[in-house]
């Protein structure tokens, strides 16, 4: 079975938003809660950078191992879901994920958490699939479809990737080996771009040579 | 002669020159022997991958770097939240395991000092003289606070040990309806706690202070390695429970307002960090409260009256807080004669407040 995963390609991000405009589209996701999120580092200086983010679909997942109601389960696809009609909100969820993926709905009084919202890599839940329930708790049911993750098919750069990891791994190693990075020497980038100019190999992947 | 005289003069003009010029380079030069050359090779030359640099920076090591997104919310521009996986550490490893391990140690002690010693009788006997112990405002006070007490601790305990114990008994939609129960009671009743914490703390506070016999009621382990120790109204044993119970009290309190009001701008770390204090302060509470209730019901003979209705044997108060028998008969024998029988009333009353 394919073990999804989302993979941001930081050197072609161009913080557009298009996955944040894209998974609100697809998902229907509630006011105030944002499945994923565009950040940029050292924004408007030297070595700026933006990453999409959302629910990374952890094999080894924080939020599941901490849930008070063990909520979470993991498809055979890898994907990480969860059932709204176990969880009770707690947060502790929020507190485990280092990617700030769970999200709540705050319109209770006091602030108190509703049940968690998340990427769901755009597979439904526990439902029945394409059922009103499913698309109402939590959004679209692409991967049903055959269908990738909306966020990253929208991608105008295809920066933001999505798939099986095997296949998302070989497109980047794809493109880390025509920038010119050594794998024996991955701090020092680029010192080979100039060679594979002069070999007229610019622009190409190794596997082409 | 004249030849050689050019010559000599010409190399002393050349001298100078190197003179005037090499000297002051020395200093520069003495700098570039001692520092490494740099690019001398081009083997040498690092050039930072700038994927490297975003890593680190993601991962902020050694750097705190916020980024910056449209998502309006806490701690939306940070893409990796460091203190997660130890937070996930903390809860999984530790808190499950040592505070099962703490409260089961703690029970399973007072169950085998039971079998050892059996409940604490009364020295003598009752002697059916009764004596007002705790008044009606200080009861209220301690069943109050025990109230909340256990309403948290059993809705905290759940949240904390019912994926374990009670999802195997409820299955995991029955075990959803209890913990979100739990939840919202924790939660709501959770403030109250604070009052509770106040009011018994401004009741007991002035009785709890140190004096002069604690420390031999400490070293002879409150007469349990045999002979009588004397005390005041409490003992040190009772003393050291009110001020854990009043410190960690107030600390559950302050991270509980933290973990329940999660409107007020608070972060993932304050919260975790809050929830780290909010979970040691209630183990280590519940722990100790085991001990307290044990002395107070099964454990000892005649005590659980002075919670009840507020009265205690006389031999009881003789044996257990001497000096505070001595303080009350004397306010006592100034005012009315002791109570028989344990009938509250006012002068009885009046006269706790006087000593």
Known sequence: MARMKFYCDAERCIECNGCVTACKNANDVPWGVNRRRVVTIKDGVPGERSLSVACMH????PCSVVCPVDCFYTTKDGVVLHNKDICIGCGYCFYACPFGAPQFPTGAAFGSRGKMDKCTFCAGGPEENFSSEERKKYGSN???EGKLPLCAEMCATKALLAGDADVLSDIYRKRVINRGASVLNWGVAYQNAGLRVSQGKAGKASSSD | MNIARKRHMRNAG???LLVVFILPLIPYAISAV??????????????PNPSTVLWQDVRQRGVEITGKTQVQGVDTGVLINKT???WRKYRMEI???YGAYLMGGILALIFLFYLVRGSLKIPGGLSGKKILRFTLNERMVHWFTVLIFWLLGVTGLILLYGRMVLIPLLGPAGFSITASAS??????IGPLFLFAMLALIITFIKDNFYSSGDMKWLFKAGGLLGGHVSAGRFNAGEKIWFWIASIFGLA??????????AILGQGREVMALSHVIHSISAIVMISISFGHIYLGTAGMQGSFSSMANGYVDENWAKAHHDRWYEQVKNAKSKDIPVQKGGVATSGVADSRKSD
């Open chain 2, 95 to 97: 808190l499950v395991p």
């Open chain 2, 252 to 261: 559950l309190c302050i991270t509980g307002l933290i973990l329940d009001f």
């Open chain 1, 142 to 144: 692409r991967l049903a």
């Open chain 1, 58 to 61: 952890c094999s080894d997942a």
């Open chain 2, 34 to 47: 001692l520092t490494p050359p740099a690019g001398s090779t081009e083997a040498d030359v690092q050039v």
């Open chain 2, 84 to 86: 997660g996986e130890e």
């Open chain 2, 14 to 16: 050349i001298l100078t």
């Open chain 2, 183 to 188: 939840k919202e009671m924790h939660n709501l």
